[in-house]
């Protein structure tokens, strides 16, 4: 697994934004580059799915609406005590339309973008941690999200994975997306059901937040070439055929949802 953890290196991106100048026009860079200044950093979390999305596969006991939202709760109250900005895409049992947390998160400047969401495959033995990201910008913090979650996981390292999630395909603000294990392998669902563990990823994803500039940046797999039609192997799979293959801008109802099923290793 892609631990690569540094304290003292900086990150490839890191440097790139420091050779970047203050006026840079670019997006990513002025973010970057007003951080270094130490002005404050806005994290916007995203408790995955919501309402009628359960999330999950079908027939899965545990919701995962319902543990991405506690772990984002203290998340939020983590790095708020820590002195970060926070904004929250959901913080009740809501049904949020990916559109709108995209919007939400692209509605401010100097900000990072953190989706949580807990797999799930049919495969009941299959678990681990795994962190996406697609943009290039977001790689260092999703290095350093991962290498946090995972060394504070009793579960197995699944890797850094580059994919084109909705939500993370639209941001245009850093954004990565962790898996915080599988809620259809009994000894993770059993972790992911105690307030202790919660507490504890919660822990570990502010410190990457915290740590993003100075872990070094994974190696990654780079999924984004997967097929849309095996991203999406689904309960809404049967609907694919109709749908755009690639670039398609439009999102599925819980497109960031486990894509395992597909992948399990
Ligand atoms: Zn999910």
């Known amino acids: 697994m892609p631990r690569n953890f540094c304290g003292l290196r900086l990150s490839v991106a890191s440097l790139l934004v420091m050779l970047l100048p203050c006026g840079s026009s670019n997006a990513a860079g002025a973010s970057r580059s007003s951080e270094s200044s130490g002005s404050l950093t806005t994290v916007v979390i995203d408790a995955g799915h919501g309402g ?3 999330g999950g596969i079908p027939g899965q006991r545990i919701a995962e609406k319902d543990m991405t939202l506690d772990v984002a709760q203290r998340l939020r109250n983590v790095l708020s005590a820590s002195g970060y900005r926070v ?3 959901r913080d009740s049992d809501v049904f949020v339309p990916l ?8 509605s401010y400047r100097n900000a990072i973008f953190v989706c949580i969401h807990f797999n799930a495959t049919q495969r009941r033995g299959a678990g681990g941690i795994e962190t996406y990201f697609y943009s290039r910008d977001s790689l260092p913090l999703a290095s350093a999200i991962h290498s946090y979650v995972v060394g504070g996981a009793p579960s197995s390292n699944r890797g850094v994975r580059r994919r084109g999630f909705y939500v993370l395909r639209k941001t245009s603000i850093p954004a990565v997306l962790v898996e915080c294990g599988f809620l259809t392998n009994p000894t993770e669902a059993a972790y992911a059901q105690t307030a202790s563990y919660r507490e504890k990823l919660a822990e570990e994803i502010a410190a990457g937040v915290r740590g993003r500039n100075s872990v070094a940046s994974a190696s990654y797999i780079d999924q984004s070439k997967v097929a849309k039609s ?3 192997r689904s309960k809404r799979s049967h609907k694919k055929s109709a749908r755009k293959k ?5 999102p599925t109802g819980s497109e960031a949802r486990s894509g395992s099923i597909d992948r399990e290793a």
């Not at 559109?99 to 692209?106: G, L, Q």
């Open 99 to 106: 559109p709108t947390r995209v919007a939400i998160a692209n």
């Open 52 to 54: 009628h999305d359960r």
């Open 230 to 232: 095996e991203r999406h």
């Open 246 to 250: 690639k670039g398609s801008s439009k």
């Open 87 to 89: 904004v929250m895409t």
